[in-house]
RNA sequence: GGCGGCGUCGCCAAGUGGUAAGGCAGAGGACUGCAAAUCCUCCAUCGCCGGUUCGACUCCGGCCGCCGCCUCCA
């Protein structure tokens, strides 16, 4: 029962132990909000939504921090060149993104710091760094945090501070004591945004404003600390160097790192120059494939991008909710009532998700369980039992797609305004009598008069409309139990 | 150069000391006025070479190939 879960730092599996029972202390390092975020940004979204609603799921009360970093040298550079303030790049990638990752049905938040309302506690951080001689300042206005003072370094990414010294760069602008040291505080250029401190004016580093994010939103010790695998150095190993120097106490119990999309089996990034923005994929498919495909793979191993993988997760995905709707459709005709979860398939999925949260497996259980149905809804002549059965696959089928965040309504925005018009001249044409001018009500009447067609042997007309309904993208199934519609 | 990961059916992708989930694609059959869907059946011995073991895809060693981090980056 208990929830095994891939921690970075021991590289291993390890049992989920919150710091208080039953209360989950998570953070997600969100997005710099500086661009349209591409779809490898929207894994690390996407595949830690599904685990807050698994921790959720299984009976934690889960408080989920994800901030958003809106001042940075990347969001300064984009404002020189749109000719903007940066506040005014920030604001519009703010919204973008929250517009997005709910489109792909990523629930927002508890809380969504930003960084440029956090400056005070930032400056006390540094404060309290350089009172234990863990920082200091530089007669520009920099403030640097002193590696090599702070022990354990390095544990977190694995690596030793002798291996990195021979690597690292030395910028010779910088007043380093040491090449390793990392800026916690920077001394502002002249048109830059800036904030007063005791160093004079500047901003923060980058690092320093998730600690100071999760200290005032969180608490000093966390239980998970998430983020791409290429955050593990420096970013994380710095934020843990900062908090543990800081307050002297452990920082994340558990860090846990998505891995990479890839393009053409290269990482994806905007440095590379190959990333799709997120823009770019939904002009293809849709979000609940997008949603899927980012499901599609266990969250720490790399996971392809093509146009081909996409097109194959859509037909699987197809199959999925042709299960759910036709199902649906069958119990209506049928007249059964809704059903309920049945505990061994949902037992089956937590078994898949309670081992590091694996969604690929989840996502075998939900296809194992289709199948099921599939064969239950099969069945020619149902008995009561067999109707309370189908009834009850379809509920665990529904309960078991919305833990994983694959909601079918994804898909339908705006769906629903208005009825095509060419839809009800066509049912006028042939002799149709809805009885009101609702989507549902038309095909009903279409259906009925189709079904009248049959009878009489009519195929020419029962034809006519199937094939007039194709065009206008609707499938019409005749099963043992009457006709039903859904959208091709 | 240092550190780490990966290599499973045509493709995608789980798994792991006792003879390999799931999806896509494919083959055959059933159902069917048409169509779609669905159902049934079939479809891998796990990069290569050694070793440990009663038994390895799973552990150890070597080799080959691919990728990531070490610089902003999910």
């Keep these: 029962m208990t929830i095994r879960i891939h921690s970075t730092a021991s590289r291993g599996k390890v049992d989920f132990e919150p710091l208080e029972p039953g209360r989950v202390l998570f953070y997600n390092c969100g997005p710099t909000v500086y661009d349209h975020f591409h779809i490898g940004n929207a894994r690390n979204f996407v595949v830690m939504d599904v685990i807050r609603r698994h921790l959720r799921h299984r009976g934690f009360d889960v408080r989920f921090v994800q901030n958003i970093t809106d001042i940075d040298d990347k969001i300064i550079n984009r404002a020189r060149e749109e000719g903007k303030t940066p506040q005014e790049i920030a604001q519009t990638y703010t919204e973008y993104y929250f517009n997005r990752s709910g489109l ?15 400056i005070p506690q930032i400056i006390g951080l540094v404060e309290r760094l350089i009172e234990r001689d863990l920082a200091y300042s530089t007669p520009s206005g920099d403030v640097y945090f002193r590696v090599r003072e702070f022990k354990p370094y390095g544990e977190l990414s694995g690596r030793n501070i002798d291996d990195l010294r021979e690597g690292a760069r030395v910028d010779p602008s910088e007043e380093k004591e040491d090449p390793l040291d990392f800026a916690l505080w920077k001394a502002s250029k002249p048109g830059e945004p800036q904030w007063d401190s005791p160093w004079g004016p500047g901003r923060p580093g980058w690092h320093i404003e998730c600690t100071a994010m999760i200290h005032t939103h969180l608490g000093e010790t966390i239980d998970i600390h998430a983020g791409g695998s290429d955050l593990i150095f420096p970013h994380h190993e710095n934020e843990r160097a900062q908090s543990m120097g800081a307050t002297g106490q452990e920082y994340v119990r558990h860090w846990i790192h998505n891995g990479f999309l890839n393009i053409e089996g290269e990482k994806m990034s905007k440095s590379l120059g190959n990333f799709r923005t997120i823009e770019d994929v939904l002009a293809e498919f849709s979000p609940l494939t997008v949603r899927f495909f980012l499901l599609s793979a266990h969250y720490r191993n790399p996971l392809d991008f093509s146009r ?13 909710t042709d ?3 036709e199902t649906a459709n069958t119990l209506r005709l049928l007249g059964v009532e809704d059903g309920s979860p049945e505990a061994e398939w949902i037992a089956k999925y937590d078994e898949a998700m309670d081992d590091d949260f694996n969604s690929q497996r989840a996502i075998g259980v939900i296809f194992e369980l289709v199948a099921d149905v599939n064969e239950r809804r099969a069945k020619r002549d149902p008995d009561d039992s ?21 909601d079918p309504a994804l898909d339908q925005r705006g769906d629903s305004s208005g009825v095509n018009p ?18 549902e009500a038309i095909l009903q009447s279409l259906i009925e008069r189709r079904a009248a067609a049959r009878k009489e042997r009519d195929f020419a007309t029962a034809d006519a409309v199937r094939g007039r309904l194709g065009e206008m993208g609707y499938i019409l199934q005749d099963t043992a139990h009457g006709t039903t519609w859904k959208r091709g």
Excluded: K, M, W, Y
């Excluded at 809380?111 to 309302?117: G, K």
């Excluded at 081909?308 to 999925?320: H, I, M, V």
């Design 104 to 118: 792909l049905g990523v629930e927002p938040a508890d809380v969504h710091p930003r960084a440029t309302e956090h």
């Design 323 to 325: 299960c759910l709707t």
């Design 386 to 406: 067999d109707r309370a059965s189908l009834a009850n696959g379809l509920a665990t089928l529904r309960t078991l797609c919305d833990l994983l965040g694959l």
């Design 308 to 320: 081909e993988n996409l097109a194959a997760a859509a037909t699987a995905l197809r199959r999925l």
């Design 422 to 439: 060419e839809l009800a001249a066509f049912a006028e044409e042939i002799g149709a009598t809805p009885s009101e001018q609702t989507e």
